[in-house]
C-alpha cells in the first residue's frame, strides 16, 4: 500500500461522508450493527470507525450501560463521525489499530467496517484486536469482495484505465478491493490466533446518481490525489468521465449498480 492510499485530508472527509457513505456504506453498516449487537455486549470496541456510518447505527442498539469506544487512526475522519453524535456513552480515541492503546482482555466485540484492507500488517493488526478481546470475544468485520462484482467502482476504474492507460490511478483496485480473496482472509485470522472464523458473502444494491458516486470518489478519496498527481484532465473531466461511463453501462440515473462484501466473524 502507498502512503497516499490513506490520506483522508482537507475537504475528502467531509465529501466522503456526504457522497460515499449514503451510496456505500450505510447499509452494510446496519447489518455489521446488528451483527455486533446480537449477544447485548458490555464493551465494544470499533476500529477505523471512518466517519461514523457504523457508529451512527451501533449506538442505538447498545444496552444502556454498555462501554463503547470509537477509534481511527485519521484524526480528520475521526472528528467528522463524532460531529454527529451527542451520545455521552461513546468514548472518542485515536488510535493505530496496530498499536491498540487498550489493556488485554478488555472488550466483548471489536468490529471494523471496510478498514482491515488499509492495514499496512493485516496479521498484526488482527493479532493486536485479538489481544484486546476477552476470552471468548468476537471479532466481526467486512472488506469488499472482487471490485467487478462491485457495479460502480469497477466502471470507474476501468474508465480511469481507459484515460491513463500506461500509468492508470488504481486507487480502488489496489486498496479497498484489493482484500477481496476469502481464502486469504480466514488465513490471516487464523496466523493471528483466532481458531474459529466464518467469511459470508453479502451482496446488495445502491440506488445512486452516478454523479453523485463520481463526485465523491474523484473529491472525496485517496483516489483525488492520484488523480491530481497526473495533473490533466482535471478532476471535473474525470467526475464527468466516470459519470458517463456509469449511465451508459447501468442506464439514466437513479441507477442501480451490485456490490458485494466479505463479512467475516471470528472467535478469540
Given amino acids: 500500500m502507498t502512503t497516499i492510499d490513506t490520506e483522508f485530508r482537507g475537504s475528502i472527509p467531509d465529501i466522503y461522508d456526504s457522497h460515499l457513505v449514503p451510496i456505500l456504506f450505510e447499509g452494510y453498516g446496519a447489518d455489521l450493527a446488528r451483527r455486533v449487537a446480537r449477544d447485548s455486549p458490555g464493551a465494544v470496541l470499533e476500529i477505523a470507525a ?13 444496552d444502556e450501560g454498555a462501554r463503547y469506544v470509537v477509534t481511527d487512526l485519521n484524526e480528520a475522519m475521526l472528528a467528522r463521525a463524532q460531529a454527529h453524535h451527542w451520545d455521552d456513552r461513546i468514548e ?8 491498540l492503546p487498550f489493556g488485554d482482555d478488555s472488550f466483548d466485540v471489536a468490529f471494523c467496517q471496510f478498514g482491515v484492507m488499509f492495514f499496512p500488517d493485516r496479521v498484526a493488526g488482527f493479532s493486536e484486536i485479538r489481544r484486546v478481546l476477552r476470552p471468548g470475544g468476537r471479532f466481526v468485520f467486512n472488506s469488499w469482495g472482487p471490485i467487478e462484482r462491485n457495479d460502480f467502482s469497477n466502471i ?3 474508465t480511469l484505465i481507459r484515460i491513463w492507460p500506461e500509468d492508470p490511478p ?10 477481496a480473496d476469502s481464502g486469504l482472509v480466514e488465513a490471516d485470522l487464523r496466523a493471528a490466533g483466532f481458531e474459529e472464523a466464518t467469511i459470508e458473502e453479502v451482496e446488495r444494491d445502491s440506488l445512486a446518481l452516478a454523479d453523485d458516486f463520481a463526485f465523491g470518489q474523484t473529491h472525496g478519496s485517496p483516489l483525488r490525489l492520484e488523480i ?12 464527468q468521465a466516470i459519470t458517463d461511463a456509469i449511465e451508459q453501462r447501468l442506464g439514466a440515473s437513479p441507477v442501480r449498480g451490485r456490490m458485494l462484501a466479505l463479512v467475516a466473524e471470528a472467535v478469540a
Fill in 50 to 62: 471512518g466517519t461514523g456510518a457504523v457508529t451512527r447505527a451501533m449506538a442505538p442498539l447498545l
Fill in 92 to 99: 472518542w480515541r485515536q488510535a493505530d489499530a496496530l498499536a
Fill in 156 to 158: 470507474a476504474t476501468e
Fill in 170 to 179: 488504481l486507487f480502488l483496485a489496489r486498496t479497498p478491493f484489493g482484500y
Fill in 228 to 239: 491530481e498527481a497526473r495533473g490533466t484532465p482535471k478532476l471535473a473531466e474525470v467526475r
